[in-house]
């Protein structure tokens, strides 16, 4: 026979489970479906201050403020993309009449690894060799898959009226969603039982302060480990400096590979083709990039998201098992909501709520 805290737990479990069910099958299967509405909102809500400043202070329509405050953020969108490209084609060009150069010096390093690798390999049992051959052979195998999947991934080149048509429809839904703001938030809520609405404007709040905390901490982590890799690659005279730059960007948003999967491979390179000295300016400057954000990771993370960085890792490594590389950004979202839902009482799990229910 349960006891009442057998069940309390038991419920807690339960409800944790289906929630995060819930969660999945919504990302997975509904997101896809309604993602330019999604994207429209996420811009609505950060359109919305300004817009409501244009308003009180200078007395505007509400309509033509966020025509204004949108025609500002595109063109800001616009302005920021032109020179970005502009810069990174430069890089890309001077990268491009350079790869005969890296493709040489890679087929000398490959060689001699090679060299190495089958000198130690003779030395070893028969039976490890047998197994080393049959993982490179997966290796292999492996490597050609990713390679397709990739290929197919880049598709989408041919895909952008698609993707117009998205960012169109993604514009003009944020104006409507942030002119109607009031009615179309008084509307979703009418839609929930009334016993339920003030729990969910609890809700609503709270994911809107954390996720957007969340954001704000992320997008200053990667804008400083891009800034610092940058200022330190120019410092010591490294070649495609915006264009690695942005790369250690991107690489940011991995967890536990990060900038290293970049800084690694360029270090080797470094030292194999006989520039030590160059290896070890660009491991100093990774050291420094590296260390910087350690300092500023947990302290910025856990003032503005109110979740341990445990809980933070924990939730992107469940995001990648379940998502892939978005769940980098959904793991740490359906962490937000679901405190969110605990501490406003309206998921009742593994509190004394949790009891009587």
Do not use: C
Request: hydrophobic share 60%.
């Amino acid at each position: 026979m349960l006891t009442a805290m057998d069940r309390a737990w038991l419920y807690s479990v339960l409800g944790l489970a289906g929630f995060l069910v819930v969660s999945w099958a919504l990302i997975t299967y509904a997101l896809p479906i309604v993602m330019p509405f999604v994207l429209a909102w996420v811009l609505a809500e950060m359109m919305d201050p300004a817009v409501t400043w244009l308003v009180r202070r200078a007395r505007m329509p509400r309509s033509l403020a966020v025509a204004v405050v949108l025609l500002f953020f595109v063109g800001i969108m616009v302005a920021l993309f032109t020179v970005g490209v502009a810069y990174v084609v430069g890089e890309i060009r001077a990268l491009i009449r350079n790869l005969p150069y890296l493709y040489a010096a890679g087929l000398d390093i490959s060689s001699q690894v090679l060299l190495y690798l089958e000198d130690l390999v003779g030395s070893l049992p028969e039976s490890v060799q047998v197994t080393i051959g049959e993982n490179l052979g997966k290796l292999q195998a492996n490597l050609g898959t990713y390679l397709e999947t990739l290929a197919r991934r880049l598709g989408f080149i041919t895909s952008v009226p698609g993707f117009l048509i998205n960012l169109i429809i993604t514009f003009v839904a944020a104006f409507f969603i942030t002119r109607d703001r009031q009615e179309i938030g008084a509307f979703l809520l009418s839609l929930f039982p009334a016993k339920w609405r003030d729990q969910l404007r609890q809700v609503r709040v709270e994911v809107l302060t954390n996720a957007i905390g969340w954001a704000k901490a992320q997008v200053l982590l990667i804008l400083m480990t891009m800034l610092v890799s940058m200022l330190g690659l120019a410092i010591i005279g490294a070649n495609y400096v915006v264009l690695a730059g942005l790369a250690i960007g991107l690489l940011d948003i991995l967890p536990i590979v990060g900038p290293g999967a970049l800084y690694a491979p360029w270090i080797l390179y470094s030292a194999f083709t006989g520039r030590l000295a160059f290896g070890v300016k660009l491991l100093i400057v990774y050291a420094v990039v590296s260390a910087l954000r350690q300092v500023l990771e947990s302290k910025v993370v856990g003032d503005r998201v109110g979740l341990h960085p445990l809980a933070v890792l924990l939730s992107i490594y469940l995001g990648i098992k379940f998502f892939g590389a978005l769940g980098v950004v959904f793991g740490p979202l359906i962490t937000i909501l679901l405190k969110a839902m605990v501490t406003s009482g309206l998921l009742p799990i593994f509190t004394g709520d949790g009891r009587q229910r």
